[in-house]
């Protein structure tokens, strides 16, 4: 029996996955989640025989209204050569923990491990549904969502993609990469602000009823390749089995012992991937909600008040500077129910600030700052000769504080977001405070030299292709901008 999606903010709002999927969003603002958790049925001895490809079919198979021949083409079509290596995530170990290489795909972030099948969802979605409209994607990222979701939608027939970020709050890696991308359906657009302005722009116009049938009339329909989208979510969940499984493989645990997770965090989703997985029947003892300097969700697990009200700060972690967390009302409508999410969600816009009841004890979350996170990116390099991006050195900080604090010795993975070579200015500052002042894609050559990583091939040569998307626009002209490109 096919599982069923219903609304965080109303039961009563349903919706079968490929529905789910098209929307994007649910009509009052709320996000689609399954109405049960399915439990996985094969065992982990059984699991750990697959590949990465036939383990995306068990899992998504359990989420997913499609056949096993729509589902198994999706997943053929997104998880081949465009990943650098055969096994698509590798997990390695690093001095005390394991790390998840979610980095070797196209844009060299984790972002592909879903956007790369996202695509394939919607057109499967969208065929299953009889739509006949054009699909507009519309997201808002805060680097690596928008070049992955570019990637994934440029040139795929039926199908338009809007992307807007905040025009001095990423790396000259993520900037780059998306106002060079190619495609005659793609339109990028850097605006005046920060993500949670362009996520909450976004949000807003998913729910704009007005705007929603003047562009039905023209032949369109919205959707979204942000973590709003369950198409999005549930593909995550897939490399918490794998991870798991292959710290098995590796000898670090037995199958049916507990394995951590720290994971950076910036709008909970892919948390809350993982998080998916522990209900589902993975044996996960701890998850750790890693933040950077911008700590909201850090202070909400800590004391069970979530505010926004607080100074934003443009940090080295540019994903994780986000102070409205989408995917935790996820975890608030199953933890509390509908009626608190909705009270919660009217609360965070029109105050800024809600408090929930913290029922799940498996996540805490811990934080670093900047300092604390150059400091681990040198000194795991001078121990272990491993170099990490920002964002996993953000993870591996925090887990050492948890580690220090609860005294768990739970053998850990760090959920590695990110290639070093996507934030190659500061991680070389970190490791030598004289390559500050220095060019991002020249020092290149030098994290080549360091890491014994070559520069990966989706960048070799990125700052000389030409720039193809130069919009830029205020944070309250997001709408009109919308509706001039669907002219």
Same mark, same amino acid.
């Given at each position: 029996?096919?599982?069923?999606?219903?609304?965080?903010? *109303?039961?009563?709002?349903?919706?079968?996955?490929?529905?789910?999927?098209?929307?994007?969003?649910?009509?009052?603002?709320?996000?689609?989640?399954?109405?049960?958790?399915?439990? &996985?049925?094969?065992?982990?001895?059984?699991?750990?025989?697959?590949?990465?490809?036939?383990?995306?079919?068990?899992?998504?198979?359990?989420?997913?209204?499609?056949?096993?021949?729509?589902?198994?083409?999706?997943?053929?079509?997104?998880? %081949?050569?465009?990943?650098?290596?055969?096994?698509?995530?590798?997990?390695? +170990?690093?001095?005390? =923990?394991?790390?998840?290489?979610?980095?070797?795909?196209?844009?060299?972030?984790?972002?592909? &491990?879903?956007?790369?099948?996202?695509?394939?969802?919607?057109?499967?979605?969208?065929?299953?549904?009889?739509?006949?409209?054009?699909?507009?994607?519309? $997201?808002?990222?805060?680097?690596?969502?928008?070049?992955?979701?570019?990637?994934?939608?440029?040139?795929?027939?039926?199908?338009?993609?809007?992307?807007?970020?905040?025009?001095?709050?990423?790396?000259?890696?993520? +900037?780059?990469?998306?106002?060079?991308?190619?495609?005659?359906?793609?339109?990028?657009?850097?605006?005046?602000?920060?993500?949670? %302005?362009?996520?909450?722009?976004?949000?807003?116009?998913?729910? %704009?009823?007005?705007?929603?049938?003047?562009?039905?009339?023209?032949?369109?329909?919205?959707?979204?390749?942000?973590?709003?989208?369950?198409?999005?979510?549930?593909?995550?969940?897939?490399? !918490?089995?794998?991870?798991?499984?292959?710290?098995?493989?590796?000898?670090?645990?037995?199958?049916? #012992?507990?394995?951590?997770?720290?994971?950076?965090?910036?709008?909970?989703? %892919?948390?809350?991937?993982?998080?998916?997985?522990?209900?589902?029947?993975?044996?996960?003892?701890?998850?750790?909600?890693?933040?950077?300097?911008?700590?909201?969700?850090?202070?909400?697990?800590?004391?069970?008040?979530?505010?926004?009200?607080?100074?934003?700060?443009?940090?080295?972690?540019?994903?994780?500077?986000?102070?409205? @967390?989408?995917?935790?009302?996820?975890?608030?409508?199953?933890?509390?129910?509908?009626?608190?999410?909705?009270? #919660?969600? #009217?609360?965070?816009?029109?105050?800024?600030?809600?408090?929930?009841?913290?029922?799940?004890?498996?996540? @805490?979350?811990?934080?670093?700052?900047?300092?604390?996170?150059? =400091?681990?990116?040198?000194?795991? !390099?001078?121990?272990?000769?491993?170099?990490?991006? $920002?964002?996993?050195?953000?993870?591996?900080?925090?887990?050492?504080?948890? +580690? =220090?604090?609860?005294?768990?010795?739970?053998? &850990?993975?760090?959920?590695?977001?990110?290639?070093?070579?996507?934030?190659?200015?500061?991680?070389?500052?970190?490791?030598?405070?004289? !390559?500050?002042?220095?060019?991002?894609?020249?020092?290149?050559? *030098?994290?080549?030299?360091?890491?014994?990583?070559?520069?990966?091939?989706?960048?070799?040569?990125?700052?000389?292709?030409?720039?193809?998307?130069?919009?830029?626009?205020?944070?309250?002209?997001?709408?009109?901008?919308?509706?001039?490109?669907?002219?």
């Amino acid at each position: 029996m096919a599982l069923t999606y219903i609304g965080t903010r *109303d039961r009563s709002i349903k919706a079968t996955a490929s529905e789910a999927i098209l929307r994007g969003i649910c009509p009052d603002g709320g996000l689609y989640i399954p109405e049960e958790i399915p439990k &996985m049925e094969k065992s982990l001895e059984e699991l750990g025989k697959l590949s990465y490809q036939e383990l995306a079919y068990e899992v998504l198979s359990k989420f997913l209204d499609f056949t096993e021949e729509e589902l198994k083409a999706c997943i053929r079509g997104a998880y %081949d050569e465009k990943f650098d290596t055969p096994e698509i995530v590798p997990v390695v +170990k690093k001095g005390d =923990a394991l790390f998840l290489e979610l980095f070797h795909g196209r844009t060299l972030a984790f972002k592909d &491990m879903a956007l790369s099948i996202l695509p394939y969802l919607m057109k499967t979605a969208a065929k299953k549904n009889g739509l006949d409209k054009e699909i507009v994607i519309l $997201t808002a990222t805060s680097g690596d969502t928008g070049k992955a979701a570019l990637e994934g939608f440029a040139n795929v027939e039926g199908t338009r993609i809007m992307v807007f970020f905040p025009e001095d709050g990423v790396s000259p890696v993520q +900037k780059l990469q998306m106002n060079t991308q190619e495609g005659a359906n793609t339109c990028v657009v850097g605006i005046k602000g920060n993500f949670d %302005d362009a996520q909450s722009a976004v949000k807003s116009i998913f729910t %704009d009823k007005a705007l929603e049938q003047e562009l039905v009339a023209k032949g369109f329909q919205f959707s979204s390749a942000n973590s709003i989208n369950i198409g999005r979510l549930v593909p995550q969940i897939v490399y !918490y089995f794998w991870a798991y499984l292959q710290a098995v493989r590796m000898g670090e645990i037995k199958n049916g #012992e507990a394995l951590n997770f720290t994971v950076p965090t910036g709008n909970f989703g %892919d948390i809350l991937a993982g998080w998916y997985a522990m209900k589902m029947g993975l044996p996960v003892g701890h998850f750790v909600c890693a933040s950077n300097d911008n700590k909201v969700l850090y202070d909400f697990f800590r004391t069970g008040e979530y505010n926004k009200n607080r100074a934003f700060h443009v940090t080295v972690s540019p994903s994780m500077d986000i102070l409205i @967390s989408s995917n935790l009302e996820r975890l608030l409508a199953h933890m509390g129910g509908q009626a608190a999410t909705k009270a #919660e969600m #009217e609360s965070l816009n029109r105050d800024g600030v809600y408090h929930a009841e913290i029922t799940e004890k498996s996540i @805490s979350g811990e934080y670093a700052t900047e300092a604390e996170t150059f =400091a681990a990116i040198k000194d795991f !390099y001078e121990k272990t000769g491993y170099v990490m991006d $920002t964002h996993t050195a953000v993870a591996y900080a925090a887990y050492q504080k948890y +580690k =220090a604090e609860s005294g768990d010795n739970t053998p &850990m993975v760090i959920v590695s977001t990110a290639s070093p070579y996507k934030f190659t200015k500061d991680v070389m500052t970190a490791l030598d405070a004289k !390559y500050k002042d220095g060019d991002a894609f020249a020092l290149q050559a *030098d994290l080549e030299r360091i890491s014994g990583v070559a520069v990966p091939a989706p960048i070799v040569g990125l700052e000389h292709r030409p720039i193809l998307h130069k919009n830029v626009c205020e944070k309250n002209e997001i709408k009109e901008v919308v509706k001039n490109w669907l002219k």
